[in-house]
Nanobody, 116 residues
């Protein structure tokens, strides 16, 4: 099982980014998917989750209304659209199967830095 996260970068406050997570080694459409993030020196936290069909999504309070999780089961890819980014969103972002609780080992993640 592998997760390949891409799309991170350095942006200014208020800007947007779209992260992508390509999965392999399992049939992702049968699993919930979640995004997590880990700021430097802090614990990893759950950010957003989506069910297998892509019909139900939930978010951490800190990102609700700014982030949108989605998925393309044909492409075995999950996305995280991040808008109105804030400096406190700076972290390495990871995806994993499961809802709020990761099922497998982590990928390398993608770094998001929000700074003026």
């Amino acid at each position: 099982v592998q997760f390949e996260e891409t799309g991170g970068g350095l942006v200014q406050p208020g800007e947007s980014l779209r992260l992508a997570c390509v999965t392999s080694g399992f049939t992702s459409k049968y699993f919930d998917m979640s995004w997590y993030r880990q700021p430097s020196g802090k614990e990893r936290e759950w950010v957003a989750g989506i069910n297998g069909a892509g019909s139900d999504a939930k978010y951490a309070d800190s990102v609700k209304g700014r982030f949108t999780i989605s998925r393309d089961n044909v492409e075995s890819t999950a996305y995280l659209q991040m808008s109105n980014l804030r400096p406190e969103d700076t972290a390495k972002y990871y995806c994993n199967a499961g809802f709020e609780r990761p099922i497998w080992d982590w990928g390398r993640g993608t770094q998001v830095t929000v700074s003026s």
